[in-house]
């Protein structure tokens, strides 16, 4: 990718191709995301699936995978994005529609190969000063869920820890076990 590591305006990112893996805009700088595995792919769909069909009934939020955010010199492509209900874009009979992006109520990252958990805890912060709520990284190899607070502080969370969403989504009920179960194809 002949763009990688140029200096850009978000404008003149915002106006580029999509591309596969997607491009990221981070302090004016492109990047290109690692490509998924079998792995970041299963959990982007159960996180997904699991937050939609606890949210959606209830007309409280809906998680969106790959869906860009831009703020400031940044945009970035979380690999699931929860939006609040009254934030996401569409008609007045509910379709949805395409808009400007905008940063997400909670961004979560999966760690893939190659990916420092470190650099991607700060990805989150990023998302935090954009206006995210929270953010998560979620490490298939440790087994683990980090929860990056809205000041920033990161908390591993483990087994029978559960994944707190509020306040986005309040009453919302998942373990890092039951989210790692995802993984058992039966």
């Known amino acids: 990718m002949a763009i990688a590591d140029r ?3 978000l404008e003149e990112f915002l106006a580029l191709p999509e591309e ?3 491009l990221e805009l981070l302090d004016g700088v492109v990047r290109q995301k690692v490509a998924p595995q079998w792995l ?3 959990f982007q769909y159960g996180f ?3 937050i939609n069909r606890f949210a959606e009934p209830r007309k409280l939020a809906s998680a969106f995978p790959e869906l860009r955010e831009a703020s400031g010199r940044d945009s970035l492509v979380p ?3 929860v939006y609040r209900w009254e934030r996401i874009p569409r ?3 509910g379709r949805l529609v395409n808009a400007a992006p905008t940063p997400p109520d909670i961004a979560i990252e999966i760690r893939s190969p190659g990916q420092r958990l470190g650099d991607l805890i700060d990805k989150c912060r990023r998302y935090l000063t954009h206006g995210a709520q929270l953010g998560f990284v979620v490490d298939p190899n440790g087994e683990t869920v980090t929860r990056v607070a809205p000041e920033g502080s990161p908390t591993t969370l483990r087994g029978d820890d559960r994944i707190d969403l509020g306040p986005v989504l309040p009453d919302f009920e998942l373990t ?3 989210l790692f179960a995802t993984l058992h194809l039966v």
């Open 7 to 9: 200096r850009l305006t």
């Open 20 to 22: 596969k893996p997607a």
């Open 48 to 50: 997904a699936e699991r």
């Open 40 to 42: 970041h792919s299963r």
């Open 79 to 81: 690999d699931l994005a």
């Open 91 to 93: 008609t007045a009979t």
């Open 176 to 178: 890092v076990r039951d």
